[in-house]
């Protein structure tokens, strides 16, 4: 069963930076694209970065600039470099396959931009 599993998470002040790292199971990591994608208060969940299996990337224009996404696929683990953080940014972020896979989806991990 696949399963994908998001940390790194928290509160930081605006213009901070995290960096979000998802584990995921080797039966899909090696094939497939992968995404980062996020769920504010009220929003529809949304597609921020994704990155696919030869390493290209697209972004979304929002965070465009600041967010960098990169894999290790010895690690099988996508990761998310969140830097000058906006409280519009606080979301709960998840990974999945990009497109997602509904029955992929985790817990995410909660990202909170405040002072």
């Known amino acids: 069963q696949v399963q994908l599993v998001e940390s790194g998470g928290g509160l930081v002040q605006p213009g901070g930076s995290l960096r979000l790292s998802c584990a995921a199971s080797g039966s899909i990591f090696s094939i497939n694209a992968m995404g980062w994608y996020r769920q504010a208060p009220g929003k529809q969940r949304e597609l921020v970065a994704a990155?696919?299996?030869?390493?290209?990337?697209n972004y979304a224009n929002s965070v465009k600039g600041r967010f960098t996404i990169s894999r290790d696929n010895a690690k099988n683990t996508v990761y998310l470099q969140m830097n000058g953080l906006k409280p519009e940014d606080t979301a709960v972020y998840y990974c999945?396959?990009?497109?997602?896979?509904?029955?992929?989806w985790g817990q995410g991990t909660q990202v909170t931009v405040s002072s």
């Open positions: 999945n396959r990009d497109p997602p896979f509904k029955d992929y």
């Open positions: 990155i696919n299996s030869g390493g290209s990337t």
